[in-house]
């Protein structure tokens, strides 16, 4: 099956400095990317979507100059939160979907981000 | 019009038990139907995936009922297990040569936590 992964899986940092998080798909490329928060014990909440060779789709309320998104390969995409601050702590989580004849996504494993 | 409502929000089954968990659309325009399982501290992974064009499917354990007129669908877990224990997650997607902003956009049921006793 397609896997994807992330990096890092936990982070913690002070409050002001910028983190990045990397979504590979490992298998497979992906023209499309997926980033999301979860806080505990609540469902998915869709940030951006992230095209390989353009700009990233934020949905709305999500601040892009906040969380950079850069989809650098088809394998490759990053989720950079700049000056991060203690409401920044959630866990972040990437998906790549595939093309063709199975157009599914894939989950990474997520990233715990603690903003001190 | 996007939502997926989830219910019931918490499941507790005994082992060997059926679980059942529903889920409601209002989009008419989702095509794709995925079950995720997410155990704590993993991101989610696709359990199974009905379109509308059926009204079941069975993989092992776990089957999708799937009601197009009511926009109803539905997870059961037969013969549950402790290891079945995790959060379920209901999706729905609409379909993907519709393009726009909404591309591939999965809409996500708020969850349901299943603890499976032994």
């Known amino acids: 099956g397609a896997v994807v992964s992330q990096h890092p899986s936990r982070v913690i940092c002070k409050s002001g400095t910028s983190v990045k998080i990397e979504c590979r798909s490992l298998?497979?490329?992906?023209?499309?990317m997926f980033w999301y928060r979860q806080f505990p014990k609540q469902s998915l909440m869709l940030m951006a979507t992230?095209?390989?060779?353009?700009?990233?789709?934020?949905e709305q309320g999500v601040e892009k100059d906040k969380f950079l998104i850069n989809h650098a390969s088809l394998t490759l995409s990053t989720l950079t939160v700049t000056s991060a601050h203690p409401e920044d702590s959630s866990f972040y989580i990437c998906?790549?979907?595939?093309?063709?004849?199975?157009?599914?996504?894939?989950f990474g494993p997520g990233t715990r981000l603690t903003v001190l | 019009q996007q939502q997926v409502k989830q219910s019931p929000q918490s499941l507790i089954v005994q082992k060997g038990g059926i679980s059942i968990i529903n889920c409601a659309y209002e989009?008419?325009?989702?095509?794709?139907f995925p079950w995720y399982q997410q155990f704590p501290g993993k991101g989610p992974a696709l359990l199974i995936a009905?379109?509308?064009?059926?009204s079941e499917k069975k993989e092992g354990r776990f089957t999708i009922s799937f009601n197009k007129s009511a926009k109803q669908f539905s997870l059961h877990i037969m013969d549950s297990q402790p290891g079945d224990s995790a959060t379920y997650f209901c999706?729905?997607?609409?379909?993907?040569?519709?393009?726009?902003?909404?591309?591939?956009?999965?809409?996500f049921g708020q969850g349901t936590i299943l603890t499976v006793h032994p």
């Open positions: 009905i379109r509308p064009d059926v």
């Open positions: 989009n008419t325009a989702f095509d794709y």
């Open positions: 998906s790549a979907k595939t093309s063709g004849a199975v157009n599914e996504q894939f």
């Open positions: 999706a729905a997607r609409p379909p993907l040569g519709a393009g726009g902003t909404s591309y591939g956009k999965l809409t």
């Open positions: 298998d497979f490329q992906a023209t499309t």
């Open positions: 992230s095209n390989e060779g353009s700009k990233a789709t934020y």
